[in-house]
């Protein structure tokens, strides 16, 4: 594969141009490692903007003088290459003469593309690798078979170069850190000798607790209860709560609604411990189990983030808003008849099927009826109105959900049949009800929820279901050990533990160190569980825990060499469960087979189908697509898109994950991640989409219908994260796609370039396309936004939150695009068709290189082409499997070696 190339006509002259420059690169094969044979050239017409006294986009090229370091900084040349075909560079007369022009672009070509790559074979030099603050929590959560929440107090990890938070050069410990490595490894150990303790039960009254509303009563709750009842955002329901023993608690509260479905979360120290829904006035006890650390802390208890609500609104008289026809009873009746959904008739009834079909469709059109006030009323309309009719909405489905029973009955089936029918047979028309929906709830002034409270009750610690492992460990500090404090006894004790710990086998000379400390420790008339919880904390602050240490082999000096069977057991873990080995890869390591390919490859298809490898799948699939941060740092506007809430947020990140994850789980094609016929949705994410007939809070694959849907490019997840607070961005979105889904470089914005203000679009009266046109009128602007611009306007049909919509500003959306190849398009249908049609090895490449970057943790270099290569060329023959990419990564010649050296000296490669 070569690298693409933009191909512009009258550029390609004769060879007999050549020899003004020297001969044609490479017909000796010195290139590679010889003098630059154009630095003339370069001295004439680029050095002036990108020398030793100008540098423009901190590009500068009069430092190169040989081949081989052209090939070394192979990315920065082929962007130079680029702007040489395309005639940006240089953009200052003299300009180069045609030939000048052929001569540069081909010996740059053939510098950076015509190189025999078999022969720069080098892994690549991972730095020692500290785990990330994710898989610190998680290897210490399997190494002690509890989940102590260790680390969640360290700073989050940055991005580094390879875009992933787990590149291995950013990753250091400072002093600081250090500190915090010792007071969660103690943390953690305390939570597992607590596990010895009896488990205590609290009892709290809501009415006996502290509110923060000061005029807020305890009221009646059900029966001879009283309790409080939360009804907005900022009233919190408070008491400290001592805990005797870091560990795991059970938190069970009674709760019911005053006001339909509502819920509420807890938080520890203004920390969230988790949440609960409660969905109606029902009186019922909800649980949940959550890390508590040792010590005194605030509980703290709010109704839950989905009844946030929009700012209050000042409602006008009803009269000031636009009144409704006077037929419009009539026209009402008529758009009734014609647009309500029915049930597709059977070609035999009987018994009083036939009535039963008969009254349950007619239900349906008295529910169409207020779906079509809805309609009259308009976004314009008395938000009052808006309301009553969205209520009619749900007492009419009542009535219809009432006889659903009754007719699947007498037509001798079960009920999720009898929906099932009708939801296909009515796609159209129920996906029109729903949009109604959401156009009535942007407008409605919505009175605030409530949530009731009468007792909350704290039980813990508790050891977690699957505890073996933790039973086992506690086991340890337990009061029958007392005297078993032997040289011999402590070295059983610490030896499985420090080797699990430190991914490897451990020698007796390690052991007898951690062994010092519990002998000096019981020496000093300390107990036997805190002798020995001074050796596990020890061992979990050893940097042969925080580091994973890839060993060379004895007399490897500076050759690169191949890893070892515990070196390939942490990288595959780290890589594809975030976390350590568990004893099967360890048995492999052990034995010597993991070093065989094809045990390699099985552990692949192993560690893919266990639920760990969620990790994984929600992680990279999160950084490389960008929508990790939706959520937790990047928010809509709350007052622009009051109904985007933290759980339709976590709902569009589960639809993206889970169908990530179903790719690989299923080894289905890749290209499938790009354009699909099924998606994951639950009822709140399905009701933003306007697709109907699913139900419920669980995520569930549902088939879609809708093209624009299927796929990334269709996903509220990415939609969202590739927009501003307020409102789209064409520019974003087009920048997302050429980085993260075609591999192609948009550049970087000039420093004068501007933005376009949060208002533009529809506040200023225009559509973005038109507020775009004038942004670009620059000619050093419109040659990077030709080919980004017209990239995110293919995503226009959707908005900032992603909805799909037909109109813009008050006019049909332009989703119309024209690439600088020529290629057109209308619409994310037609977008994704031209990536499938013409750009997907583009993308195998770009998911290959995100891919082998994160299972190695650091940026990729030029000589890592090889390996890319193959890996793209095999995923391709073979249909491009998902689990065959992966499989290809983890056989590659980086991921199974390392060298010493990120450098490589390098000898001639060119092609002969």
Same mark, same amino acid.
């Given at each position: 594969?070569?690298?693409?190339?933009?191909?512009?006509?009258?550029?390609?002259?004769?060879?007999?141009?050549?020899?003004?420059?020297?001969?044609?690169?490479?017909?000796?094969?010195?290139?590679?490692?010889?003098?630059?044979?154009?630095?003339?050239?370069?001295?004439?017409?680029?050095?002036?903007?990108?020398?030793?006294?100008?540098?423009?986009?901190?590009?500068?090229?009069?430092?190169?003088?040989?081949?081989?370091?052209?090939?070394?900084?192979?990315?920065?040349?082929?962007?130079?290459?680029?702007?040489?075909?395309?005639?940006?560079?240089?953009?200052?007369?003299?300009?180069? +003469?045609?030939?000048?022009?052929?001569?540069?672009?081909?010996?740059?070509?053939?510098?950076?593309?015509? =190189?025999?790559?078999?022969?720069?074979?080098?892994?690549?030099?991972?730095?020692?690798?500290?785990?990330?603050?994710?898989?610190?929590?998680?290897?210490?959560?399997?190494?002690?078979?509890?989940?102590?929440?260790?680390?969640?107090?360290?700073?989050?990890?940055?991005?580094?170069?390879?875009?992933?938070?787990?590149?291995?050069?950013?990753?250091?410990?400072?002093?600081?850190?250090?500190?915090?490595?010792?007071?969660?490894?103690?943390?953690?150990?305390?939570?597992?000798?607590?596990?010895?303790?009896?488990?205590?039960?609290?009892?709290?009254?809501?009415?006996?607790?502290?509110?923060?509303?000061?005029?807020?009563?305890?009221?009646?709750?059900?029966?001879?209860?009283?309790?409080?009842?939360?009804?907005?955002?900022?009233?919190?329901?408070?008491?400290?709560?001592?805990?005797?023993?870091?560990?795991?608690?059970?938190?069970?509260?009674?709760?019911?609604?005053?006001?339909?479905?509502?819920?509420?979360?807890?938080?520890?120290?203004?920390?969230?411990?988790?949440?609960?829904?409660?969905?109606?006035?029902?009186?019922?006890?909800?649980?949940?189990?959550?890390?508590?650390?040792?010590?005194?802390?605030?509980?703290?208890? !709010? =109704?839950?983030? /989905?009844?946030?609500?929009?700012?209050?609104?000042?409602?006008?008289?009803?009269?000031?808003?636009?009144?409704?026809?006077? !037929?419009?009873?009539?026209?009402?009746?008529?758009?009734?008849?014609?647009?309500? @959904?029915?049930?597709?008739?059977?070609?035999?009834?009987?018994?009083?099927?036939?009535?039963?079909?008969?009254?349950?469709?007619?239900?349906?059109?008295?529910?169409?009826?207020?779906?079509?006030?809805?309609?009259?009323?308009?976004?314009? &309309?008395?938000?009052?109105?808006?309301?009553?009719?969205?209520?009619?909405?749900?007492?009419?489905?009542?009535? #219809?959900?009432?006889?659903?029973?009754?007719?699947?009955?007498?037509?001798?089936?079960?009920?999720?049949?009898?929906?099932?029918?009708?939801?296909?047979?009515?796609?159209?028309?129920?996906?029109?009800?729903?949009?109604?929906?959401?156009?009535?709830?942007?407008? =409605?002034?919505?009175?605030?929820?409530?949530? *009731?409270?009468?007792?909350?009750?704290?039980?813990?610690?508790?050891? @977690?279901?699957?505890?073996?492992?933790?039973?086992?460990?506690?086991?340890?500090?337990?009061?029958?050990?007392?005297?078993?404090?032997?040289?011999?006894?402590?070295?059983?004790?610490?030896?499985?533990?420090?080797?699990?710990?430190?991914?490897?086998?451990?020698?007796?000379?390690?052991?007898?160190?951690?062994?010092?400390?519990?002998?000096?420790?019981?020496?000093?008339?300390?107990?036997?569980?805190?002798?020995?919880?001074?050796?596990?904390?020890?061992?979990?602050?050893?940097?042969?825990?925080?580091?994973?240490?890839?060993?060379?082999?004895?007399?490897?000096?500076?050759?690169?060499?191949?890893?070892?069977?515990?070196?390939?057991?942490?990288?595959?873990?780290?890589?594809?469960?975030? +976390?350590?080995?568990? !004893?099967?890869?360890?048995?492999?390591?052990?034995?010597?087979?993991?070093?065989?390919?094809?045990?390699?490859?099985?552990?692949?298809?192993?560690?893919?189908?266990?639920?760990?490898?969620?990790?994984?799948?929600?992680?990279? *699939?999160?950084?490389?697509?960008?929508?990790?941060?939706?959520?937790?740092?990047?928010?809509?506007?709350?007052?622009?898109?009051?109904?985007?809430?933290?759980?339709?947020?976590?709902?569009?990140?589960?639809?993206?994950?889970?169908?990530?994850?179903?790719?690989?789980?299923?080894?289905?094609?890749?290209?499938?991640?790009?354009? *699909?016929?099924?998606? /994951?949705?639950?009822?709140?994410?399905?009701?933003?989409?306007?697709?109907?007939?699913?139900? &419920?809070?669980?995520?569930?694959?549902?088939?879609?219908?809708?093209?624009?849907?299927?796929?990334?490019?269709?996903?509220?997840?990415?939609?969202?994260?590739?927009?501003?607070?307020?409102?789209?961005?064409?520019?974003?979105?087009?920048?997302?796609?050429?980085?993260?889904?075609?591999?192609?470089?948009?550049?970087?914005?000039?420093?004068?370039? &501007?933005?376009?203000?949060?208002?533009?679009?529809?506040?200023? &009266?225009? +559509?973005?396309?038109?507020?775009?046109?004038?942004?670009?009128?620059?000619?050093?602007?419109?040659?990077?936004?030709?080919? =980004?611009?017209?990239?995110?306007?293919?995503?226009?049909?959707?908005?900032?939150?992603?909805?799909?919509?037909?109109?813009?500003?008050?006019?049909?959306?332009?989703?119309?695009?024209?690439?600088?190849?020529?290629?057109?398009?209308?619409? #994310?249908?037609?977008?994704?068709?031209?990536?499938?049609?013409?750009?997907?090895?583009?993308?195998?490449?770009?998911? *290959?290189?995100?891919?082998?970057?994160?299972?190695?943790?650091?940026?990729?270099?030029?000589?890592?082409?090889?390996?890319?290569?193959?890996?793209?060329?095999?995923?391709?023959?073979?249909?491009?499997?998902?689990?065959?990419?992966?499989?290809?990564?983890?056989?590659?010649?980086?991921?199974?070696?390392?060298?010493?050296?990120?450098?490589?000296?390098?000898?001639?490669?060119?092609? @002969?």
């Amino acid at each position: 594969m070569r690298f693409p190339r933009r191909i512009f006509g009258g550029f390609l002259v004769a060879a007999a141009v050549l020899p003004a420059v020297g001969p044609p690169p490479f017909a000796r094969g010195e290139e590679a490692s010889g003098p630059i044979a154009i630095r003339p050239l370069l001295e004439e017409h680029c050095f002036r903007c990108h020398g030793p006294e100008k540098q423009k986009g901190d590009l500068r090229l009069d430092g190169y003088s040989r081949g081989e370091e052209i090939l070394r900084d192979r990315k920065v040349w082929l962007k130079v290459l680029d702007q040489l075909e395309s005639r940006e560079m240089p953009t200052e007369d003299p300009l180069p +003469t045609e030939a000048e022009y052929a001569a540069m672009i081909e010996w740059v070509d053939r510098a950076v593309n015509d =190189i025999d790559w078999e022969k720069i074979r080098h892994p690549g030099h991972v730095a020692i690798p500290r785990l990330t603050k994710a898989e610190y929590r998680r290897t210490v959560a399997d190494l002690l078979g509890i989940d102590a929440r260790a680390g969640d107090e360290f700073s989050e990890d940055g991005e580094g170069k390879s875009g992933f938070t787990n590149d291995r050069e950013g990753l250091s410990v400072s002093a600081s850190q250090m500190e915090k490595y010792f007071a969660a490894a103690e943390r953690a150990i305390d939570a597992l000798i607590a596990l010895n303790a009896k488990p205590v039960k609290r009892r709290f009254e809501s009415e006996a607790m502290f509110m923060t509303e000061s005029g807020s009563v305890p009221q009646p709750f059900a029966g001879e209860a009283v309790g409080y009842a939360l009804n907005r955002g900022q009233m919190t329901l408070y008491d400290s709560v001592e805990m005797e023993h870091d560990g795991v608690y059970r938190f069970r509260v009674r709760a019911r609604s005053t006001a339909g479905p509502t819920g509420g979360k807890l938080r520890i120290d203004d920390v969230e411990a988790g949440d609960f829904d409660v969905p109606d006035g029902v009186p019922r006890e909800y649980e949940f189990i959550s890390f508590v650390a040792r010590g005194s802390h605030q509980m703290a208890w !709010n =109704i839950k983030g /989905f009844n946030r609500r929009q700012p209050a609104t000042t409602l006008k008289k009803p009269s000031a808003y636009p009144q409704p026809p006077e !037929n419009a009873p009539q026209i009402i009746t008529d758009e009734s008849v014609k647009r309500s @959904p029915t049930y597709p008739r059977p070609a035999k009834l009987e018994g009083n099927a036939e009535s039963l079909l008969n009254m349950f469709d007619g239900r349906h059109r008295n529910v169409q009826r207020a779906y079509e006030w809805l309609r009259l009323v308009g976004p314009e &309309g008395d938000p009052r109105e808006l309301e009553r009719f969205r209520n009619y909405v749900s007492d009419r489905l009542a009535t #219809v959900e009432e006889i659903a029973p009754k007719l699947a009955e007498a037509l001798g089936i079960p009920v999720e049949t009898l929906e099932k029918n009708f939801d296909e047979a009515n796609v159209e028309s129920l996906a029109d009800r729903l949009r109604l929906l959401q156009m009535a709830e942007e407008h =409605i002034v919505a009175r605030p929820g409530s949530l *009731a409270i009468d007792w909350i009750e704290i039980e813990g610690p508790i050891p @977690p279901e699957d505890s073996e492992k933790a039973k086992r460990l506690a086991a340890l500090f337990g009061p029958d050990r007392v005297g078993s404090g032997t040289r011999q006894g402590w070295v059983e004790e610490l030896t499985l533990f420090a080797r699990n710990a430190f991914r490897r086998p451990v020698s007796e000379g390690e052991m007898a160190r951690y062994v010092d400390v519990c002998m000096a420790a019981a020496e000093r008339g300390e107990s036997h569980a805190e002798a020995l919880k001074q050796a596990f904390v020890a061992v979990l602050v050893s940097p042969k825990f925080l580091y994973r240490v890839e060993q060379a082999p004895a007399g490897a000096g500076e050759e690169a060499f191949a890893l070892g069977g515990w070196a390939l057991a942490s990288r595959l873990s780290y890589f594809l469960w975030l +976390t350590m080995p568990d !004893n099967h890869l360890f048995s492999d390591a052990e034995s010597g087979r993991l070093t065989d390919p094809k045990v390699l490859a099985g552990q692949v298809d192993r560690l893919l189908n266990d639920e760990k490898a969620e990790a994984f799948f929600a992680t990279f *699939a999160g950084q490389w697509l960008g929508f990790e941060s939706l959520g937790v740092s990047v928010f809509p506007d709350e007052a622009k898109f009051p109904r985007f809430t933290p759980e339709l947020s976590a709902a569009m990140k589960a639809e993206t994950r889970l169908w990530f994850e179903s790719v690989f789980r299923e080894n289905r094609s890749v290209l499938d991640l790009v354009e *699909a016929r099924e998606t /994951f949705l639950n009822a709140e994410l399905a009701r933003h989409y306007a697709i109907p007939g699913v139900k &419920g809070e669980a995520m569930q694959r549902v088939a879609l219908t809708d093209e624009k849907r299927g796929g990334i490019l269709g996903m509220g997840s990415v939609l969202t994260a590739t927009s501003t607070p307020v409102r789209t961005s064409p520019v974003v979105r087009g920048v997302w796609l050429m980085e993260r889904v075609l591999g192609d470089d948009p550049g970087e914005p000039l420093p004068d370039a &501007g933005a376009l203000p949060g208002n533009a679009g529809e506040e200023r &009266g225009k +559509t973005l396309r038109e507020e775009l046109e004038i942004h670009r009128d620059k000619p050093q602007c419109a040659s990077c936004h030709d080919a =980004i611009d017209p990239l995110g306007f293919g995503l226009e049909q959707f908005d900032a939150i992603g909805r799909y919509r037909e109109r813009e500003a008050g006019r049909p959306v332009d989703a119309r695009g024209t690439l600088p190849d020529g290629t057109e398009f209308d619409g #994310v249908v037609e977008l994704k068709r031209y990536i499938l049609e013409k750009r997907r090895d583009d993308f195998l490449r770009v998911l *290959a290189e995100r891919l082998l970057s994160f299972a190695l943790g650091r940026e990729l270099e030029y000589y890592d082409e090889a390996a890319l290569r193959r890996i793209v060329e095999t995923t391709r023959e073979d249909g491009y499997r998902a689990r065959t990419l992966v499989k290809e990564v983890v056989l590659s010649y980086p991921f199974r070696n390392q060298s010493p050296s990120p450098e490589l000296i390098l000898e001639s490669a060119a092609k @002969p």
